[in-house]
């Protein structure tokens, strides 16, 4: 809770791009490939929903490539807050900026949220875990914190909420109600006894 606390402080001091993405899996729980593969036009600004619909992996010495999520059946939906809105928002603001200026051309529905300079290509995961190593150093925040635990920051703030297992599953993308049961179930309990 605390810690949580102190990196979402610790984020609002990196560059949008960085900001965008680490707060976006702690407000989604979305897999941190599947925040990479993520185009401007998944977003449904009026339903404040984004379709989850690939995944980027990146294979050592290979080319990036983008596949379908681990959840088949047309990807999953997540949802985000008001707050997030006005981020993506001022993100997608500095990315039309950037295509414009050095690309000469307008940002579109199929450019990547995140991706790479001057190109059309998604960044991969590992570049946002290097960057994250580095926040925690910056601010003393626990070392052994990663990005998928963020995806677990928000599992554990839904169950806190009272959402159930099968919602929780949901949006995670998890295929059995059985699997997030599994990892949570300790979450589960405390939020019982509450």
Same mark, same amino acid.
């Given at each position: 809770? &605390?810690?949580?606390?102190?990196?979402?402080? &610790?984020l609002g001091e990196e560059s949008l791009k960085y900001e965008t993405y680490f707060k976006l899996i702690i407000a989604t729980g979305m897999r941190r490939g599947e925040c990479c593969g993520l185009q401007w036009g998944d977003i449904n600004w009026d339903e404040r929903s984004i379709h989850i619909q690939q995944n980027?992996? @990146?294979?050592?010495g290979e080319d990036i490539i983008a @596949?379908?999520? @681990?959840t088949v059946a047309g990807g999953r939906y997540?949802?985000?807050s008001l707050e997030m809105v006005s981020l993506l928002q001022e993100f997608q603001r500095e990315c039309a900026w950037e295509t414009e200026t050095y690309d000469g051309r307008e940002l579109e529905d199929t450019d990547y949220i995140f991706r790479r300079h001057g190109d059309r290509l998604p960044m991969t995961p590992s570049t946002f875990a290097w960057r994250f190593k580095l926040i925690l150093k910056k601010h003393g925040l626990p070392p052994a914190l990663n990005v998928h635990s963020l995806r677990h920051t928000n599992a554990s703030m839904l169950i806190a909420q009272g959402v159930d297992v099968r919602t929780v599953a949901g949006l995670l993308g998890h295929a059995q109600p059985s699997?997030?049961?599994?990892i949570y179930s300790h979450a589960f309990d405390k939020n019982k006894k509450l």
């Open positions: 809770e &605390a810690t949580t606390q102190r990196l979402i402080t &610790a980027v992996v @990146k294979v050592t @596949k379908e999520t @681990k997540v949802y985000f699997t997030t049961l599994d």
